[in-house]
């Protein structure tokens, strides 16, 4: 499936937040992208901000409009509400889970781990990004990857934050889907209400 693989730095400066992670050029720019980015102070009307919070959503977790449109349908016909059961859908795909184990460093780089076949659940080949970590799943890196370099690397890096919904085994390089998360656990910061609002229109 396509994916955005424009500017980053642009998309975080456009949210005012560092959604992709640490970026140094985000740190020095964090005014609004293009030349009069310092001094644009539009008010931004309540359609255009409960917009702003979709494209966040989608931009974060590396989802383009039709399959975030899906994710949306499958959580209004759960029981539950709606806004927190979409951020659960999309914290349990696999190449956020991979992310968040920190066997990759970023979830682009995850998604990549993910199809070109490093990873496997339940001692199974995933290759599938968007494929569903349920609770129970056991998520690990490949006996033949366990050498790549971006993996070390991001295992190494010191910027790897542990959930409680995931256990981690450093000596197998595996982690448990323990269960899912509550939306209070997930950090991210988006307003899913405002999502739920838009599409309720």
């Known amino acids: 499936m ?3 693989t424009g500017p980053k730095t642009r998309i975080a400066r456009k949210f005012g937040e560092a959604i992709y992670g640490p970026d140094k050029v985000f740190e020095r720019k964090s005014y609004l992208p293009g030349m009069h980015g ?5 008010k931004t009307s309540e359609y255009g901000t409960q917009l702003k919070e979709k494209q966040k959503a989608k931009y974060t977790y590396g989802v383009l409009e039709r399959q975030f449109r899906k994710y949306f349908e499958h959580a209004q016909r759960k029981k539950g509400i709606t806004g927190e059961i979409l951020i659960q859908l999309l ?3 696999l190449d956020n889970v991979v992310f968040r184990l920190g066997i990759a460093p970023t979830r682009d780089a995850a998604r990549q781990l993910v199809t070109h076949r490093h990873i496997t659940v339940n001692n199974k080949v995933a290759s599938i990004p968007s494929f569903q970590v349920n609770p129970g799943d056991v998520v690990s890196v490949r006996e ?3 050498n790549l370099e971006v993996i070390s690397n991001s295992l190494s890096s010191g910027r790897v934050k542990r959930y409680t919904w995931l256990e981690w085994e450093n000596d197998t390089l595996s982690g448990r889907f323990v269960t899912v998360p509550e939306r209070s656990d997930i950090p991210e910061n988006i307003k899913e209400q405002l999502i739920v609002e838009l599409y309720s229109k």
């Open 91 to 93: 914290e349990s795909r």
């Open 2 to 4: 396509a994916r955005y």
């Open 38 to 42: 310092l001094n644009r102070r539009r």
């Open 144 to 146: 033949k990857s366990k």
